[in-house]
């Protein structure tokens, strides 16, 4: 079992940047591939980034390309979302996912292959 717990959302303007922590329990962390997922309100949740167990492999989607950095630290049982140049778009609850595939090397972007989930944290850019 997996516990996830993130940090570091709040308010911030247009252009501002955040970032996100994602601390995660259990023994066997590094082995995980992780994502990061954002539901805004009245919308799905969506894929926002995903990255490997070992951090060597990362996928984005469009709308945050070049704006939001993933990065991992096995050694502290986190994943973090370094996000910039925010737009009002990008509000929304923000989650970490983990997927139980202790022994693959891959990254994985849809929703129901991920087994654990954090409780979310709050993100909000005003304009």
């Known amino acids: 079992q997996v516990r996830l717990v993130e940090s570091g959302g709040g308010l911030v303007q247009a252009g501002g940047s955040l970032r996100l922590s994602c601390a995660a329990s259990?023994?066997?962390?590094?082995?995980?591939?992780m994502g990061w997922y954002r539901q805004a309100p009245g919308k799905e949740r969506e894929f926002v980034v995903a990255?490997?167990?070992?951090?060597?492999?990362?996928y984005y989607s469009d709308s945050v390309k070049g704006r939001f950095t993933i990065s991992r630290d096995n050694a502290k049982n986190t994943v973090y979302l370094q996000m910039n140049s925010l737009k009002p778009e990008d509000t929304a609850v923000y989650y970490c996912?983990?997927?139980?595939?202790?022994?693959?090397?891959?990254?994985?972007?849809?929703?129901?292959?991920?087994?654990?989930w954090g409780q979310g944290t709050q993100v909000t850019v005003s304009s």
């Open positions: 259990g023994r066997t962390f590094r082995s995980y591939p």
């Open positions: 990255i490997s167990s070992s951090g060597s492999r990362t």
């Open positions: 996912a983990a997927v139980d595939r202790p022994t693959s090397s891959g990254i994985y972007y849809r929703k129901d292959e991920y087994d654990y």
